[in-house]
């Protein structure tokens, strides 16, 4: 059963537009999520993180905010960038039921068209 | 280049066969993990070694096992290949234990096909 989900394969996006992509999980005992960027032929790259004890967390032009009542989490770009197209994972973790390791999304497919 | 190696890059066998991969984490981590991702699946667990030892299973196989050497690198072992095997095998290491706030590094992948 996957416990986190991105339920949008793909997503595309004009140079300079907002890119928000979307995570959602069912576990409640995951308290830090994560995203991961993967180029092809390539593994995935940590991009950014955030505890459940926040509901934002920004970095450069990479922003993730956090929906706790809604298990939900999502992942804006701005200005989004050509070199911004690869494929997107969200990830979960926590204590409890989770056993203290990473479960990911199936990943969105990101293209920023020039 | 995250400094995490995994050999081979690719590899293609036939049903009823035994591989094994291998990873080299980066300087000086002494965790490993090892994922698969198969055909529009996220990355799913499958184990992870600290300092040698076993630390934590996930959605791994009876056929599938792994072990951490004395100088950290890791090999997966995949025996009695079957046409779902087929996905590609994340290794990704960190420098500790692993918590959950514990940046994990990945390498490229090995893809592995059965035929």
């Known amino acids: 059963d996957q416990q986190v989900k991105q339920n949008s394969p793909s997503l595309s996006v004009q140079e300079g537009r907002i890119s928000i992509l979307n995570c959602d999980y069912t576990n409640s005992m995951f308290d830090y999520f994560l995203w991961y960027k993967k180029y092809p032929a390539e593994g995935p790259t940590f991009l950014i993180s955030?505890?459940?004890?926040?509901d934002k967390n920004e970095d450069g032009r990479f922003t993730v905010f956090l929906n706790k009542s809604a298990k939900h989490l999502s992942l804006h770009i701005v200005p989004s960038q050509p070199g911004d197209s690869a494929v997107y994972f969200c990830?979960?973790?926590?204590?409890?039921?989770?056993?203290?390791?990473?479960?990911f999304g199936t990943g969105t497919s990101l293209t920023v068209i020039p | 280049d995250s400094g995490v190696t995994q050999t081979p890059k690719h590899l293609i066998t036939a049903t009823g066969q035994r591989v094994t991969l291998r990873c080299s984490p980066r300087?000086?981590?002494?965790?490993v993990y090892w994922y698969q991702q198969s055909l529009d699946q996220g990355l799913q667990f499958l184990i992870h070694y600290y300092n040698g030892e076993e630390r934590a299973k996930g959605n791994i196989l009876e056929r599938f096992s792994a072990q951490q050497f004395p100088d950290l690198h890791s090999e997966l072992n995949l025996s009695s290949l079957e046409l779902g095997d087929s996905a590609l095998y994340f290794c990704a290491s960190s420098v500790a234990l692993g918590g959950k706030q514990e940046t994990q590094y990945f390498g490229p992948g090995t893809r592995l096909l059965v035929l």
């Open positions: 300087s000086g981590d002494l965790s």
């Open positions: 955030i505890s459940s004890i926040k």
């Open positions: 990830a979960a973790s926590g204590g409890g039921n989770t056993g203290n390791q990473f479960y």
